[in-house]
């Protein structure tokens, strides 16, 4: 019988879980690093989604390990070269996240140019003062969308809803029906919002540094809900204290779980109101959580079938 152990089990509800059982032992719980050390050498297949690292260190140990099934699209936080290496099949998602963060992305914009959660925490300790809190509406202004994929395509359909003029740089995609081709710099330079959708590559990682976000414009806003080495936090951090951009919404971050120890972005959103941060949860719904959990259950369970 397979050993299965499912990690972040929040995400699983009964249904999955139940799915799993019928292919080997689940163990469903939350570990500590060394926990998860101590446990890896028994297991065939491991599930995770983005909160535990699966580098080197980790998988040299897991000695039966035969699948990890990733609930996620990226797949940085797993040594994957390593891992097929070691023979271990590696499973991930094709676009279940597609709505969930698209959606989230489009809050966030709204939640920074109507200045939303500052309004709410001012009123919350008793201050009312409108004036404070006069935003700027969507309509009419110029969206640039870096890497038009899945969920870039899908923010710039809900865009030009809004009435926004939408944009794109994308060296995969050469033309597109909802969005403009442009070269990056004519991205940076035309945007009232930028928002980030690629994926974490080699190439694109600091790809939006210091001298990138001088070429925005003062008033522009910068939206990342991809993968947090894609923007760098330092150049972000000093762009917002130099006042380069007007404000920036960050849901993703180079080392997570964030705290105020490793990550000065974190201590200067609590003094600022042109920092919104929040902890990777733009595909976190109920909807996608369960989608994307059947979909990788469903496929390990075929591979394990396979083997058999």
Known sequence: MYNILVLEPEYFDKEIID?????????????????LEEAIPEVDVLIVRIEEHIDKDLLSVAKRLK???????GLDHIDVEYAKGMGIKIINLHGLHTASTAEYTIGLMLSLLRRIPWSYKSLSRGVWK???FIGSILEGKTLGVVGLGRI???VATYARAFGMNVIYFDPYVDSSPIARRVTLE??????DIVTVHAALTSGSKG???YEEMKTMKKSAFLINTSRGAVVSEDALLEALKNKVIAGAAIDVF????LTDKDNQLLAYARKHSNLLVTP?????????????????AAAVIKELNSMR
Do not use: C, F, M, W
């Open 19 to 35: 799915l799993l059982r019928k292919a080997g032992k689940v163990r469903a719980k939350r570990l500590s690093r060394k926990q």
């Open 67 to 73: 699948i990890i099934g990733s609930v996620t699209t």
């Open 130 to 132: 409108r004036y404070q």
């Open 152 to 154: 870039g395509s899908r």
């Open 186 to 191: 004519e991205l940076l330079r035309e945007s």
């Open 207 to 209: 790809e939006l540094g």
């Open 254 to 257: 180079v080392n997570e779980p």
């Open 280 to 296: 990777h949860v733009a595909a976190s719904t109920r909807e996608s959580a369960h989608d994307a959990s059947l979909e990788v």
